[in-house]
Nanobody, 119 residues
Framework: QVQLVESGGGLVQPGGSLRLSCAASGSSFSISTMGWYRQAPGKQRELVATITRGGLTDYADSVKGRFTISRDNAENRIYLQMNSLKPEDTAVYYC?????????????WGQGTQVTVSS
């Protein structure tokens, strides 16, 4: 069983910064791509950023230039540095990982962490 645990969410003023962290733990797994998604109230979950095991990154247009995703393969951990935050960034942020889990290809989600951008 693999678990993803997010941390680092909170309340921040517009223009501020937050750093999210996601750690994978468990046994018998090999993670390929990890990423961050978010879901605002009344909206569908959307991709924020992804990073492959080799370090290739992809970002939603809405966060390019403001957010940076990074990864520590040895620790099975990813981070999301969020700068110049806007009220529209308010959402629950979820960590996702795909790869081999117990010999089967699939993906795993974290429980989510709330990010609120408000004055």
């Amino acid at each position: 069983q693999v678990q993803l645990v997010e941390s680092g969410g909170g309340l921040v003023q517009p223009g501020g910064s937050l750093r999210l962290s996601c750690a994978a733990s468990g046994s018998s797994f090999s993670i390929s791509t990890m990423g961050w998604y978010r879901q605002a109230p009344g909206k569908q979950r959307e991709l924020v950023a992804t990073i492959t095991r080799g370090g290739l990154t992809d970002y939603a247009d809405s966060v390019k230039g403001r957010f940076t995703i990074s990864r520590d393969n040895a620790e099975n951990r990813i981070y999301l540095q969020m700068n110049s935050l806007k009220p529209e960034d308010t959402a629950v942020y979820y960590c996702n990982a795909d790869g081999l889990f117990g010999g089967t290809w699939g993906d795993v989600w974290g429980q989510g962490t709330q990010v609120t951008v408000s004055s």
